[in-house]
């Protein structure tokens, strides 16, 4: 019993061993597991937001933000982007553009989790009020409900810490997180959208992608019918 149990620690230590040498691989700015992940989980949290919001739109990718993002998370220098606060340096479109960085270890990190982490400071923060009790910029830049592109990347940055510490960075717009200034609506989800669509309590965006996704669906139904 004695020599299985021992036998049973050495198999342990040496699994661990061998795991905490794999390459952990830095997904790109164009992997699509990672594209969707970063959205799905923004667009989750964006839709659980209390008080309800009666015009939080969904959000979807953008490649500029993505490269922007890439690019500031490459620097390996764990504060805000230097072009945030000058006038389309960040993006061609949008003037200014939002921020959240997250730090942590490599073998850990999926964007729902470090999205959630930003996510969790809702519980310091007051809507009624807009009082936060210590920081809450990340949980309101994620509920700002006129920021409807998102583009994030991450980086192993081994002078930030040990080995696999790693930098993710998400930008936004049009940037939040304005002064003095509720994050969204309160109300009854998707009663400001404009429109009779409501996507899982969010406000689609008729955008170029949008609008391309909603004519392949009717292009698949028309065929589907005619087929009948």
Not at 7 to 20: E, I, K, M, N, P
Not at 83 to 109: A, D, Q
Not at 149 to 173: E, H, Q
Request: glycine share 6%; net charge positive.
């Amino acid at each position: 019993m004695v020599l299985r149990n021992e036998l049973s620690c050495l198999w342990t230590l040496g699994f661990c061993l061998v795991a905490s040498k794999l390459p952990f691989t830095v997904p790109s700015i164009e992997d699509e597991s990672f594209i969707d992940d970063c959205v799905a989980a923004h667009n989750e949290m964006r839709g659980q937001v209390q008080p309800p919001a009666a015009n939080m739109k969904h959000m979807t990718w953008d490649e500029g933000l993505a490269k922007t993002a890439k690019a500031w998370a490459n620097k390996c220098t764990y504060t805000h982007n230097s072009c945030l606060k000058k006038s389309y340096k960040c993006h061609p479109t949008f003037e200014f553009v939002g921020e959240n960085i997250w730090k942590g270890g490599l073998p850990i990190f999926t964007p729902k989790l470090a999205i959630g982490a930003w996510y969790s400071e809702k519980n310091l923060y007051n809507y009624s009020s807009l009082h936060c009790s210590k920081v809450c910029s990340h949980y309101t830049q994620i509920a700002w409900a006129n920021s409807y592109k998102v583009g994030c990347a991450i980086t192993n940055c081994p002078n930030l810490g040990r080995d696999k510490t790693s930098i993710f960075v998400c930008d936004y717009g049009p940037a939040g997180n304005y002064i003095n200034t509720y994050p969204y609506k309160r109300g009854a989800p998707c009663s400001m959208c404009g429109g009779e669509i409501c996507e899982n309590k969010l406000c689609p965006v008729l955008d170029d992608n949008f609008c391309l996704s909603q004519t392949i669906s009717l292009l698949r139904l028309k065929q589907e019918l005619t087929s009948l």
